[in-house]
Nanobody, 127 residues
Framework: QVQLRESGGGLVQAGDSRKLSCVAF????????MGWFRQAPGKERKFVTS????????YYADAVKGRFTLSRDNAKNTVYLQMRSLKPEATAVYYC????????????????????WGQGTQVTVSS
């Protein structure tokens, strides 16, 4: 079982940047795709971004494209989510997830593809 631990959340001003990290422990994680989802208060969890094993393919939700960048360091079993130009609507709990690497955007953006989840880290963007 893969265990995931997120960090980097906090309170920021609109327009600021923030970097989230997710470290994976346990079973071999280097074979996994990694992703981030977020859940705003009273809303369903939504896809943010994901990356395949080799980092050759990265997928983004339209709402964050061009402002968020996902990267991974397999030697450290860590993924990084750099968020720029944050907007108040980005306020949510951000969850890191590990799943299967599939060369398909639809699958890589689906929560059902990710079997392991972290506890989440709160990001609050004030206007």
């Amino acid at each position: 079982q893969v265990q995931l631990r997120e960090s980097g959340g906090g309170l920021v001003q609109a327009g600021d940047s923030r970097k989230l990290s997710c470290v994976a422990f346990g079973r071999t994680v280097i074979t996994n795709a990694m992703g981030w989802f977020r859940q705003a208060p009273g809303k369903e969890r939504k896809f943010v971004t994901s990356i395949n094993l080799s980092a050759s393919s990265t997928y983004y939700a339209d709402a964050v494209k061009g402002r968020f960048t996902l990267s991974r360091d397999n030697a450290k079993n860590t993924v990084y989510l750099q968020m720029r130009s944050l907007k108040p609507e980005a306020t949510a709990v951000y969850y890191c997830a590990a799943g299967r690497t599939v060369n398909d955007r639809l699958t890589m953006s689906s929560a059902s593809n990710f079997a392991s989840w972290g506890q989440g880290t709160q990001v609050t963007v004030s206007s």
